[in-house]
């Protein structure tokens, strides 16, 4: 069993919008931040040079946009904090990648690189046509 569970992802045309969900199933305790990068087509699974999209603090209240989605995207978390969202706008063909969920290393340090995330789900698939 996963720690994280991603879904929300599917086929959409440019322009489109999609919300991508993300849950902690509990088997991650503690006030981790979270976020989102995604791995595009054709590239190896080595998350190190995966694209950053984004964090979020356990409060919700920081968060950090990375340029690969800067403008076109918004990390939330729910009520419960143990689900984070990504919603993204205006989508592009280039955004066609598996998007992954993400945990922080450290409790009081939000991730902007990829090193600093050091849990993630399975991914979710979204493919945005032209």
């Known amino acids: 069993q996963v720690p994280l569970v991603e879904s929300g992802g599917g086929l959409v045309q440019a322009g489109d919008s999609l919300t991508l969900s993300c849950t902690n199933n509990?088997?991650?305790?503690?006030?981790?931040?979270m976020g989102w990068f995604r791995q595009p087509p054709g590239k190896e699974r080595d998350f190190i040079d995966a694209d950053f999209i984004a964090a979020i603090d356990w409060s919700g209240s920081s968060t950090y946009y990375a340029d690969s989605m800067k403008g076109r995207a918004t990390i939330s978390r729910g009520n419960a904090k143990n689900t984070v969202y990504l919603q993204m706008n205006d989508l592009k063909v280039e955004d066609t990648a598996v998007y992954y969920c993400a945990t922080g290393r450290a409790p009081n340090r939000l991730p902007t690189v990829m090193t600093d995330f050091g849990s993630w789900g399975q991914g979710t698939q979204v493919t945005v046509s032209s």
């Open positions: 509990g088997r991650i305790t503690g006030t981790f931040p």
